[in-house]
């Protein structure tokens, strides 16, 4: 654990016994596996699902792997990405939210849970549901995205292994893993063949090769 940088970015904890995943994104990588596992060994974790698993198949089946870095503004939307791709859903995964920015929309309700929810809409009475209404007049949707990140440049990084990684703030990624980002910007356009074993080239040029 001490290896995870203590910087923003979207992870996955895999269970290798049963393959399915749990995605989610933090500003603090570190600390929120900490924060996971702490739930988890105490059989206090939110996720019913996870903690499950957890129970069942033991602490050493379970891995925190890094899927991105980038910045806490993009959080939302490359977690959404990586819901989208893995689909970490029912049978493939433990997430029961649809939507990174949004946990509790499209979610799947137990059949007590929708009785429930039913049954609280039964006792809204007509003035609430007006004053409600009213409330919603107005409000604007906000801005998904900012046009100063939808221009954010995008990286595949490889690591000495070969674990590739998408990275949106190359001079963010170089400080949480002691790298020089001039000698990885002379590795993506060639001046370089790699920097400490890392290697580096814009996500479009490698997309566009593909």
Request: aromatic share 8%; net charge positive; glycine share 8%.
């Amino acid at each position: 654990m001490d290896k995870l940088p203590r910087t923003s970015g979207v992870y996955a904890i895999i269970c290798a016994a049963t393959g399915k995943a749990y995605v989610g994104s933090t500003s603090n990588l570190r600390y929120r596996w900490k924060d996971h596992r702490g739930k988890l060994r105490h059989n206090k974790h939110p996720n019913t699902s996870l903690q499950a698993a957890w129970d069942e198949h033991g602490e050493s089946a379970f891995t925190f792997t890094v899927l991105e870095l980038c910045e806490r503004a993009l959080l939302s939307e490359r977690e959404q990405h990586y819901f989208d791709a893995l689909r970490p859903f029912d049978e493939r995964g433990f997430n029961v939210g649809l939507y990174a920015d949004s946990p509790m929309r499209g979610r799947v309700h137990t059949t007590e849970t929708r009785a429930k929810i039913r049954a609280a809409k039964a006792n809204i009475t007509p003035e609430t549901r007006a004053k409600m209404s009213a409330a919603q007049k107005g409000r604007k949707a906000p801005c998904v995205i900012a046009s100063n990140i939808a221009r954010a440049k995008a990286y595949i990084v490889t690591s000495p292994d070969g674990t590739q990684l998408h990275v949106v703030n190359l001079a963010e990624f170089c400080r949480a893993h002691g790298l020089d980002q001039a000698s990885m910007c002379h590795v993506m356009t060639g001046r370089q063949t790699h920097h400490k074993g890392w290697r580096c080239e814009h996500a479009d040029e490698k997309q566009g090769g593909a």
